[in-house]
């Protein structure tokens, strides 16, 4: 069965420090691997996506994500973050198909230390 | 410059009372979703359209049903809406080869 896991509801860390997130994923071939992120009351924004290629990604905000197929993992990195970049943020999978449904992690929510 | 509109923002509704959130879209993508998402938890798939084709989920209830009456449109029709609907309402839209592009949400209050 396809799945996500976001292991970490809740992430505090101090403005300015490095950021990991942490998407594992159990998918019967190769997915389309995503990274959204949302702020409080408001739609779901893309961060950055995993087709195909080169296994690291850069997104738009500073972010990166490294895709590991041994691992079934999908990271998401930032080197330094900014108090904005506090927001809920989800993992996600999809089948590689025009009608493909996209199946969401439960969510890591950002907090961060001034 | 917006590519998903969704229509109210915010709803509020009667138990019981008809109501439909709309959605629109700038993209002519041929793909659009509509997901429920609950406070603190990730959106759950209601349904799909692939062009005109209706993809409903297993457990979607009854009550959720959807009209795209066109490529730019689509409609959620909750028929008779009850405390445990209340949600935030995203539609999402997809030309199958880069992801999904949602808008801002609708979110719904039952009183």
């Known amino acids: 069965a396809q799945s996500v896991t976001q292991p970490d509801i809740h992430i505090t860390v101090s403005e300015g420090a490095s950021l990991e997130l942490r998407c594992n994923y159990s998918?019967?071939?190769?997915?389309?691997l995503f990274w959204y992120v949302q702020s409080p009351g408001q739609g779901l924004q893309l961060l950055l996506k995993?087709?195909?290629?080169?296994?690291l990604v850069q997104g738009i905000k500073g972010f990166e994500a490294e895709f590991k197929r041994s691992q079934s993992s999908f990271n998401l990195r930032k080197p330094s973050v900014h108090w904005s970049d506090a927001a809920e943020y989800f993992c996600?999978?999809?089948?590689?198909?025009?009608?493909?449904?996209?199946?969401f992690g439960s969510g890591t929510r950002l907090s961060i230390r001034p | 410059d917006a590519m998903v509109i969704q229509n109210p923002r915010y709803q509020v509704t009667q138990f019981g009372k008809p109501v439909t959130l709309s959605c629109s879209q700038t993209?002519?993508?041929?793909?659009m979703y509509w997901y429920q998402q609950k406070s603190s938890q990730a959106p759950k798939l209601l349904f799909h359209?692939?062009?005109?084709?209706?993809?409903n989920e297993a457990d979607t209830p009854d009550n959720f049903q959807s009209r795209r009456p066109n490529t730019s449109f689509c409609f959620l029709d909750i028929r008779s809406p009850g405390l445990g609907d209340a949600a935030m309402y995203l539609c999402?839209?997809?030309?199958?080869?880069?992801?999904?592009?949602f808008g801002s949400g609708t979110r719904l209050t039952v009183v």
């Open positions: 999402a839209t997809s030309d199958g080869t880069n992801g999904y592009t």
């Open positions: 998918y019967g071939a190769t997915p389309y």
């Open positions: 995993y087709f195909s290629g080169d296994t």
């Open positions: 996600a999978v999809g089948a590689r198909s025009s009608a493909s449904k996209i199946i």
């Open positions: 993209l002519n993508h041929n793909v």
């Open positions: 359209y692939y062009d005109k084709d209706f993809n």
